[in-house]
């Protein structure tokens, strides 16, 4: 089938777009398995069910990630075959994920400060149930090791209405609350997410513009 030579320089540049697609996604499928694996994370979680969100954001991006290894696939192919049912594939594919981005870019961005008080509630119930609760204070024990802070929001001077400070609050770091550094650490996972997703974005819409001025030239050219 002979294209313009226009539309021929689309085609590889297409060819070229879902190369650059299918690492991407590799690369996404990467960083779902790093924040899965990540050894604070795997430790807060294990003591703390409310921070699951980190565990269930590196699931959706493994998913995406594999799923876009297999649309860039079905992009090359659709390229170089000059198939018009693999770019049509290929476009619809690309517009369900970014629906999909959309919403959890608007989800993420409103519940930021749902993060804020989760994180300021789940320290104060820590330190308050510190000496009573077991779990709780493996909790407490891994934020305040992990992250070198102690306390909730007044450092060891939170630890004043219970049995004393505890030893996973080393005196360096009295002074320094575990409600700032527990949601920096957070909010560095939630960084990193939201701007992955913003990247993929806008490579979608590229991509589906391509893949419709090239299916819009094989229809042209049949016709």
Known sequence: MALGSCYTCIKYLMFAFNFLFWLLGCAILGVGIWLRVDQNAAEFLKDSPKLEIIHTAAYVLIAIGFLIMVIGFLGCCGA???NQCLLATFFLFL???FATLLGFGIWAAVARQNFKDITADMLKEGVEKYYEDSNQKAFM???QTSLNCCGHTAGNIDYNVVSGVPQ???PDNYDKPCN???YSWLESRLIIIAGIAIGIAVVMILGMIFSMVLCCAIRDTVA
Request: hydrophobic share 55%; glycine share 0%; net charge negative.
């Open 180 to 182: 700032d550094a527990l």
């Open 80 to 82: 170089i075959r000059e």
């Open 141 to 143: 024990d891994t934020i």
């Open 95 to 97: 517009f369900i994920i």
């Open 168 to 170: 996973s609050c080393l």
